[in-house]
């Protein structure tokens, strides 16, 4: 396993990467170019400019998220072609920086969504929250202005240059159905996966978050067996999963160890997180530790530990305690103990896979 750490960049993060480096294990950023709008081609000189700065501070960029995918793709429009064009170049170019992995996602408008950014927890700490029956309820143009206003720093999939167009994009998407959406998809990595596979990238797409559709928009990366849907659209080790314990572990009823052992060879990039779901249907973002949602955390790291698992991870969503102020969800303080927890578990099983190899050569 691989740990690394997202950065949104200097002057868009409040974590340096000196400090991100002094966190035990932990050898690579996961970036992007946040600023450049969905659909345009990444200019070489900036990918670059971030592979400069993350060497020197002695870490890697193997993993971006995300390459973000125009929603006329995603739409099935005519206009897509010139954007899947865009998509392949910057392939091509990140391929050429040393680029391994790109995550993205196939969710209609909203990358991941939320009620509250800060919600307090009883002990100090706020969280990221959802609630369900809000959503439910919800005029989503004034929840996306209530979720802007409570952050200094642009959120990731909320920018406001996407978001500015949500009126037009909602009648785009009436009468999209989840057929569509995968139609498109297919479309889609049949266009990308090749030139993902010459340049020597893994493409990982990540689950949607929450795992169900909202607002009336179909969703599709939900569950083991669209996963499994999903890798006979395009069957090659260039097409990938993302698997984010959070976004699937919002569904009670995903077993994502045994999506682990069932897809492990095409797990390029894991996102390991905990939250913890109410019966309502209600979840809060958690600290990393198994005891402290309903994730199977140690089940998790445990299942990657017994596949040999080669690839990239990072920890997730993290708590906002100590009083830091941060991109909700993005601090140093929590994220670090969660990598310190994922290790500690890691290494407890190479311990005692040793242990045991040990006790049968004695035999």
Not at 114 to 119: A, I, K, P, S, V
Not at 162 to 182: I, N
Request: proline share 6%.
């Amino acid at each position: 396993m691989q740990m690394t750490f997202r950065w949104f960049g200097e002057g868009n993060d409040t974590v340096p990467l000196s400090y991100i480096k002094q966190i035990p294990g932990t050898d690579g950023i996961v970036w992007s170019l946040h600023d450049v709008p969905a659909g345009e081609e990444w200019p070489i000189e900036r990918t670059m400019e971030v592979k400069q700065q993350a060497e020197q501070a002695g870490l890697h960029i193997d993993v971006v998220e995300s390459v973000n995918v125009h929603e006329d793709i995603k739409l099935g429009l005519p206009s897509r072609d010139l954007y899947i064009e865009n998509y392949k170049r910057t392939i091509e170019k990140l391929g050429s920086v040393g680029v391994k992995v790109i995550c993205y996602n196939f969710m209609p408008i909203f990358d991941w969504l939320r009620t509250d950014l800060h919600r307090p927890m009883g002990n100090g700490a706020t969280a990221l929250f959802y609630e369900n029956s809000r959503i439910a309820n919800a005029d989503p143009f004034q929840l996306v202005e209530e979720i802007n206003a409570n952050s200094a720093l642009t959120m990731p999939g909320w920018e406001p240059e996407r978001l500015q167009h949500l009126t037009s994009l909602f009648e785009a998407y009436k009468g999209v159905t989840e057929t569509h959406l995968w139609e498109n998809l297919r479309y889609f990595l049949n266009e990308i996966i090749p030139v993902a596979a010459r340049s020597g990238i893994r493409m990982a797409i990540h689950p949607d978050d929450p795992p169900w559709p909202v607002f009336g928009l179909p969703r599709i990366m939900t569950s083991q067996e669209n996963f499994r849907t999903f890798l006979k659209l395009y069957d090659s080790p260039s097409n990938g999963i993302t698997l984010c314990s959070g976004s699937l572990g919002a569904n009670p009823n995903n077993d994502i160890v045994s999506m682990i052992h069932e897809f492990g060879d095409r797990i390029p990039f894991a996102h390991i997180r905990n939250v913890r779901v109410y019966e309502n249907g209600d979840f809060i973002e958690t600290s990393h530790r198994t005891q402290d949602g309903t994730v199977d955390i140690s089940g998790i790291v445990k299942a990657y530990h017994d596949i040999g698992f080669t690839g990239y991870a990072r920890p997730d969503h993290g708590r906002h305690i100590w009083d830091e102020q941060c991109r909700p969800g993005y601090g140093l303080y929590d994220r670090a103990l969660g990598i310190m927890y994922l290790w500690g578990l890691w290494d407890g099983y190479v311990h005692a896979a040793a242990t045991n190899g040990d006790k049968e050569a004695g035999s």
